[in-house]
């Protein structure tokens, strides 16, 4: 087992210009980018991840970024679909977010599913790159998965371990209150907007100790609604997301059944022009 020793220190001192060059993103939906909707961005999605390395490739030159994430992919399809990959590409920055499709399943265990994740991250780890990895978010805030904040709990706790075994960058999203609210999902109530992608986005930079101008978000305020009003948007999700959802499990089908990684080669960044919806709820305030 590798030391301490043998990997960069998860505290990088970023006095200067940040030392990565070669950025690569694996996972699932989460780091693909689905919810924040870009037509000009391959897949039609940006996401916190092209978030991240628009940050990062206006302060180094040479800087090349790629994206192998796709949607619904459970982890064991993203070690065997994206691990060795990602590898070839010599990256020296890697996030790597998996296993959130696995734990909210009815009947899995979290302790096994980290332990695919810590293989995957002695993989990934071998080299001498940079690897950031994520705890899920507290659900307590909202019922749809609200039961299974215990699991995810325990699914945190193994992964900050395999962090500190391998010297791994937490990106903490349990800790992340600003994204405890439902003006921060997409309508699927499932996947972030584009305000809480941008959330990520900045809190993956302070992990990295990257300065940077992204400021806080504000939502709109929360309309008020009638009981019969919000039963009616119950029963609107229920139809066009969670009946989906529960018949492609039936079904053993995917959402990113014949999806392809938006970014499979390390390639320059294209910075996405700022969206009017995007600009109008930015506040003022500098970056924590």
Not at 13 to 19: I, S, V
Not at 94 to 107: E, K, Y
Not at 215 to 242: C, F, G, I, Y
Request: proline share 8%; glycine share 6%; with cysteine.
């Amino acid at each position: 087992m590798p030391t301490k020793d043998d990997h960069r220190s998860p505290f990088v001192d970023n006095a200067g210009p940040h030392p990565w060059r070669r950025y690569v993103a694996l996972g699932d939906s989460f780091t693909e980018g689905v919810g924040d909707p870009e037509p000009s961005s391959p897949n039609g999605l940006r996401g916190w991840a092209d978030r991240v390395a628009e940050v990062l490739s206006q302060q180094v030159d040479d800087f090349a970024y790629a994206n192998l994430a796709i949607r619904g992919r459970l982890i064991g399809q993203i070690i065997a679909e994206q691990v060795e990959p990602a590898i070839a590409l010599k990256p020296d920055l890697i996030t790597f977010s998996a296993g959130g499709n696995d734990v909210i399943r009815p009947g899995s265990d979290p302790d096994a599913v980290a332990q695919q994740f810590e293989d995957a991250v002695v993989r990934l780890s071998r080299d001498g790159a940079t690897v950031v990895v994520f705890t899920g978010i507290d659900t307590a805030f909202t019922p749809v998965f609200r039961g299974i904040r215990g699991k995810v709990a325990i699914y945190n706790e193994n992964i900050r371990a395999i962090a500190d075994r391998y010297d791994c960058i937490v990106a903490d999203q349990w800790a992340l209150k600003e994204v405890q609210d439902m003006r921060f999902f997409d309508d699927d109530r499932l996947h972030y907007n584009a305000l809480g992608h941008h959330e990520i986005a900045r809190m993956v930079l302070r992990a990295l100790n990257v300065p940077n101008d992204l400021r806080p978000m504000q939502p709109d305020p929360l309309p008020h609604r009638t009981w019969r009003k919000a039963r009616t948007s119950d029963l609107v999700w229920a139809r066009e997301h969670l009946v989906p959802w529960v018949l492609r499990r039936l079904r053993q089908q995917s959402s990113g059944d014949h999806i392809t990684a938006k970014r499979p080669d390390p390639l320059p960044v294209v910075m996405s022009a700022p969206r009017a919806d995007a600009a109008s709820q930015t506040r003022e305030g500098m970056d924590s």
